[in-house]
């Protein structure tokens, strides 16, 4: 979970913005509505053992599936924000950003 603590600069709206690469990953998540409303497709259960489970709501948020089964929430975790990483590296809206503001910097004024 460390890489996804870290510092993130982000050109959006001809600014740079600070935020957390979590937050930035987080906001390109897969979303779909569910009985819950809208959220990430894929999230986070604990069960009724002290695990956590994750699923996916499925196509148009219908026929909830659990996917893996992880003995501590970090782990879990993890797993999340690998998928939502894969979201917004996948995503054709992707916003210019760098974990140097050095490097965003110069990517913006070549």
Aim: proline share 4%; with cysteine; aromatic share 14%.
């Amino acid at each position: 979970m460390e890489k996804f603590n870290q510092i993130v600069y982000v050109y959006r709206d001809g600014e740079i913005i600070t935020m957390t690469y979590k937050e930035l990953v987080r906001e390109y998540a897969d979303l779909t509505t569910s009985p819950r409303g809208v959220m990430p497709r894929i999230h986070v259960r604990e069960n009724e053992h002290g695990q956590y489970e994750v699923w996916t709501w499925g196509a148009l948020g219908q026929n909830p599936k659990k996917l893996f089964v992880f003995d501590n929430e970090v782990e879990a975790d993890l797993f999340i924000y690998n998928t939502y990483e894969a979201d917004l590296l996948n995503d054709c809206n992707m916003p210019l950003f760098d974990f140097s503001k050095k490097e965003l910097q110069n990517s913006i004024n070549f």
